[in-house]
């Protein structure tokens, strides 16, 4: 038996698609390890969007050329890989910079992995595949297993063509594609076989979704019809909330009451400049029909701040908003350019600490919206699909339906299963519960 490594940076994409590279992996004979000096192939699957992501991989890729040497002087031998983003965008600077690396793959090529493997295997030398074939490579992909999982990501998209002036997923990940309805159900009873109890969507942009007559809401329906027990999606573009998909936040018990939805920007001037394709109160319609719809949903975001030529009167706009939200949780970024997109050509870059004093600021914002929430959850009676030991004997770890982290003091027994937590105590980040069961015993 091979032992294989993989570190997964970024999106939930990212996770889902380590994932299926460790299922393509396992018939030439490979299973997951934990640490990549124990592994005859380390995968680093990399995310693009951050900046300095590229030097955060050759850094890696130095530690990890010592364990490679070290494996070679005892007669051993390591396949180095870098998939993903970064792979997609640099695949020629990488194995210029890092002679040592054996495979480049992009994120539409993994499935093409294990003819690379068994070349590199053969024959040595260093292999790059980044193009974007015409067929999909979810047709050359295995049924996706859960491990023993009760949650499971599922992946019905792909691609972005918005273009924002900031990202540079159209140009790794390439276009929208979407995954026909019956392939997606097949995968969702697959996974329900293996115990899974949550399935959660994932595309660049899941909802424009578009594999089905109906888009996401009817793919959403559809697995609810097939028993899914819990469904969520991310990550979401307010331009393609369409009717149907905030009917079914209304519509379908099973779909949790809890949605990303990246905004970005509170600045109608920044949001073009974003070329977001939504204004301020296009974005804030987009909540209120979700909310009269399903009045418990919590909202998370995303957010940007100091993107070129955006003034303090533009970041007030942000501030402003997220007070006006309440959102239940959120993720705030500097704006960092990144090569090859419109936005890192602008000349109105800003300083980093304006940059700095102003992310501060706003993740003030965002921990006080974060903590008023989890004290709205005192004393409910929660869902919790608890699938984790905790830190401390005893203590189990679940998700709330609105993503909250709960803990339990309940031993084993409550893993892996979907059980009714009364709130006890809210933490900045978690919640604390205990059983209902518990609750009726101590009051009767």
């Not at 995310?47 to 010592?66: F, P, Q, T, W």
């Not at 900031?166 to 276009?175: D, I, K, L, M, S």
């Not at 809401?217 to 149907?244: C, I, K, N």
């Not at 914002?365 to 830190?391: K, T």
Request: charged fraction near 25%; charge should be negative; include cysteine.
């Amino acid at each position: 038996m091979k032992k294989l490594f993989i570190k997964t940076f970024g999106c939930q994409m990212n996770v889902y698609d380590s994932a299926r590279m460790a299922d393509l992996l396992a018939p030439l004979g490979y299973a997951p390890v934990e640490a990549p000096e124990q592994a005859d192939m380390v995968i680093l699957n990399t995310c693009h969007i951050r900046e300095k992501a590229a030097e955060k991989v050759y850094s890696d890729l130095g530690r990890l050329r010592l364990d490679k040497q070290a494996r070679a002087a005892e007669g051993r031998n390591m396949i180095l890989a870098v998939a993903g983003c970064v792979a997609q965008a640099e695949g020629a600077e990488i194995l210029r910079r890092a002679p040592f690396v054996d495979l480049v793959v992009g994120p539409q090529t993994y499935h093409r992995l294990p003819e690379m493997v068994a070349r590199a295997s053969r024959a040595g030398g260093q292999q790059m595949d980044t193009d974007f074939p015409v067929e999909p490579k979810f047709d050359y992909l295995p049924r996706p297993g859960a491990a023993g999982a009760t949650s499971a990501f599922l992946s019905v998209q792909e691609g972005c063509d918005k273009f924002c002036t900031f990202c540079v997923v159209p140009y790794t990940r390439g276009a929208e594609y979407s995954r026909p309805q019956a392939d997606i159900l097949a995968d969702a009873r697959t996974l329900m076989d293996e115990g899974v109890l949550e399935i959660t969507l994932v595309g660049q942009n899941v909802n424009a979704y578009h594999g089905g007559d109906a888009g996401l809401g009817g793919l959403l329906r559809a697995l609810a019809d097939l028993g899914v027990p819990r469904l969520r999606y991310t990550t979401s573009h307010p331009v393609d909330m369409d009717e149907d998909l905030i009917a079914a936040h209304g519509d379908i018990p099973q779909l949790m009451p809890f949605l990303h939805l990246p905004v970005q920007s509170g600045s109608d001037r920044i949001l073009e400049a974003m070329n977001r394709r939504h204004s301020r109160d296009d974005f804030r319609r987009v909540v209120e029909r979700l909310r009269r719809v399903r009045p418990d949903l919590a909202l998370s975001s995303d957010f940007i701040v100091g993107f070129p030529g955006e003034s303090d009167a533009d970041f007030q706009d942000t501030l402003d908003l997220v007070d006006e939200l309440q959102l239940a949780q959120a993720y705030s970024f500097k704006y960092s350019p990144r090569p090859g997109t419109p936005a890192a050509n602008l000349e109105s870059q800003l300083p980093e600490e304006i940059k700095s004093a102003r992310l501060a600021a706003l993740q003030d914002r965002i921990n006080a919206a974060q903590e008023a929430f989890n004290r709205s959850c005192l004393g409910l009676v929660m869902p919790v699909l608890l699938d984790r030991p905790g830190r401390h004997d005893g203590q189990v770890v679940g998700r709330s339906p609105y993503m909250q982290a709960v803990h339990v003091d309940a031993g084993a027994a409550l893993l892996n299963r979907i059980t009714d937590l009364k709130i006890t105590a809210a933490h900045p980040n978690s919640l604390t519960g205990i059983p209902v069961s518990s609750v009726t015993k101590a009051t009767a």
